[in-house]
């Protein structure tokens, strides 16, 4: 991971919802090495509540979560 920024808006603004930005970079130690991206957001006490599944996701990219839920903490 060369760089990971999250940024969450816990009022309902003009949406609707509660939502949680995510913007992240992901490079190889060795330039020659493969890297495989999957982006996920569950629920950090319940794992299989998930918001966000992407298993093929870009080495680098920009997601929004939507729907969170107050006082709760994500993974």
């Not at 060369?2 to 930005?21: C, N």
């Not at 991206?37 to 298993?55: F, G, I, K, N």
């Not at 920009?62 to 969170?68: D, I, L, Q, S, Y």
């Amino acid at each position: 991971m060369s760089s990971l920024k999250t940024d969450s808006d816990p009022r309902v603004g003009e949406t609707g919802l509660a939502t949680i930005d995510v913007d992240y970079s992901v490079k190889p130690c060795d330039s020659k090495q493969v890297v495989t991206v999957e982006s996920r957001v569950t629920e950090y006490a319940d794992p299989s509540a998930v918001l966000w599944d992407d298993p093929a996701a870009p080495t680098s990219g920009r997601f929004t979560v939507a729907g969170v839920k107050l006082r709760t903490t994500y993974a």
